[in-house]
């Protein structure tokens, strides 16, 4: 049986990503992107942002050299030239906060305007997250309009969502644990399933196949990230009950909680909040989409809120032990929304510098290890940036944890007593042993109070 090939359009996180593991498993991509500069890096093995083992598996598969794998400028050629097209764009969160999914139609047109000179059968896959309905009546609609085309006969269509998290792109698209496949008909499924098989192998007996229709899987996706994100505001409100009651630990009580088997301990992490690309975006759309419907999504309005409210709650923690913020350096251990990455999106390091801002505080810098840069970026000049450690904390008089970065773990209590001005550390990512810190220098922690 003929192989299946694969255009990819969009060289994002997940676009880029997909397209070289499957390269690197012997399937022909086609990547593509408008942007000239960007293909000429991705075609030189070069990976144009910052993502754990990417370049290595990209350079790999560009000196194979086997075919297999390139970069176009446009997606014409792409789409003419394979057998899939995934649609892999950007759904950013507009002004209003709804899904902006202007570049949704923009691949679609592109798709309906080569389909129309396109004998074969070719199958469109969505793998954007998208809201209810999108797939179906934005991308099939519009790509049938214009090629002249009949859906289900001349071309298919899937929504397959994907659930990788940045830090971890390819390790979770080599294995992940499920595949959801929205399907507009059977055979656009039977396709999309015999491209995974061949790409997957064995690890499908560990992944199961879920065959669902379009919509469905589109809201597995809203499913799945609001639900993590409920998780974290869940651990964030303990956080809040215990410190209500000292010497209550919340880590202890979410690690207690966790080890039921029904709930589990990952995304029970209490902190500053969740940031990122995805939860605060795809939340905001799904409540947006749930609103035009009639429907008020109350639980989803309570995971926001609670998120937001983290960061003024670390700023009253500082505000409380320093009392006028105005003349006080403020440093920030970490300014990307996790670490592994440079990302900035939506970060809480962000929420906590507005607040701060807003309370007066003028002497506010930051370090981090991979997105000065990026933060630079965004932050301007709201803040100063430090390279390293040391110059962070000299002189300082409150240091906030926001990013749990590796090598803010391994800092002891004399580190920041030897630099600091007034050594007071806020952890707001409950990476410090609260015993030892507590101990020895003026200590505030996420979801626990000493016992005095
Ligand atoms: C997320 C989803 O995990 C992924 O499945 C989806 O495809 C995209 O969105 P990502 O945004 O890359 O991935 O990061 P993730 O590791 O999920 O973390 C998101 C945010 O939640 C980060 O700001 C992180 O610090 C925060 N978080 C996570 C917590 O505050 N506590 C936790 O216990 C876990």
């Known amino acids: 049986m003929k192989k299946l090939s694969v255009s990819i359009l969009g060289t994002g996180f997940v676009g880029l990503c997909s397209a070289v593991c499957f390269a690197h498993r012997g399937i022909k991509v086609i990547a593509s992107t408008h942007n000239e500069e960007k293909a000429n890096l991705i075609n030189q093995g070069i990976a144009p942002f910052y993502e754990v083992e990417l370049e290595e ?123 959801v496949i929205g399907e507009f008909d059977k055979k656009s499924g039977d396709i999309l399933q015999e491209l995974y098989e061949s790409f997957y192998g064995d690890h499908l007996k560990k992944a199961p196949i879920l065959r669902i229709n379009l919509e469905s899987a589109e809201l597995v996706k809203y499913g799945n990230n609001c639900l993590l994100a409920t998780k974290i505001s869940y651990a ?40 990122g690309s995805c939860f605060p975006k795809d939340i905001n759309a799904i409540k947006a989409f749930a609103q035009s419907k009639g429907y008020d999504p109350r639980l989803l309005n309570a995971v926001l809120a609670i998120n937001d409210d983290q960061a003024i709650h670390i700023v009253d923690l500082a505000e409380n032990t320093l009392n006028n913020l105005s003349n006080k350096k403020i440093a920030l251990l970490g300014l990307a929304f996790k670490p592994g990455t440079d990302d900035m999106r939506q970060a809480p390091s962000i929420r906590i510098i507005n607040e701060l801002k807003r309370r007066n505080a003028s002497n506010i810098i930051g370090y981090d290890p991979k997105a000065k840069e990026s933060a630079r970026e965004v932050l301007g000049n709201k803040i100063q940036y430090a390279n390293n450690i040391e110059e962070l904390l000299k002189d300082a008089d409150c240091a906030i944890i926001t990013t749990e970065w590796d090598e803010f773990k391994i800092l002891k209590p004399s580190k920041f007593i030897r630099l600091m001005k007034n050594p007071f550390v806020i952890d707001g990512r409950r990476i410090f042993s609260f015993e030892e810190f507590d101990k020895e220098l003026t200590f505030r922690a996420i979801g626990r109070v000493a016992l005095k």
């Open 236 to 275: 964030n409100e303990f956080a809040n009950l215990a410190e209500l009651v000292p010497g209550v630990d919340v880590v202890q009580v979410m690690k207690g909680v966790g080890l039921d088997y029904r709930i589990c301990e990952r995304f029970l992490g209490a902190g500053v909040g969740f940031g």
């Open 57 to 179: 598996i990209l350079k790999e598969v560009v000196n194979r050299n086997d075919g297999n794998f390139k970069c176009l400028v446009g997606r014409k050629q792409a789409i003419l030239d394979t057998d899939i097209s995934m649609i892999i764009v950007g759904t950013p969160m507009g002004e209003d906060k709804r899904i902006d999914l202007t570049l949704m139609e923009k691949a679609a047109k592109e798709i309906g305007e080569v389909l129309r000179m396109k004998e074969n059968y070719h199958l469109t896959v969505v793998r954007s997250t998208v809201i209810p309905g999108t797939t179906r009546n934005l991308v099939g609609d519009t790509i049938q309009k214009i090629s002249g085309k009949e859906l289900g006969k001349d071309f298919g269509l899937c929504m397959q969502p994907e659930f990788l998290a940045e830090g971890r792109s390819i390790k979770d698209t080599f294995y992940p644990d499920r595949i």
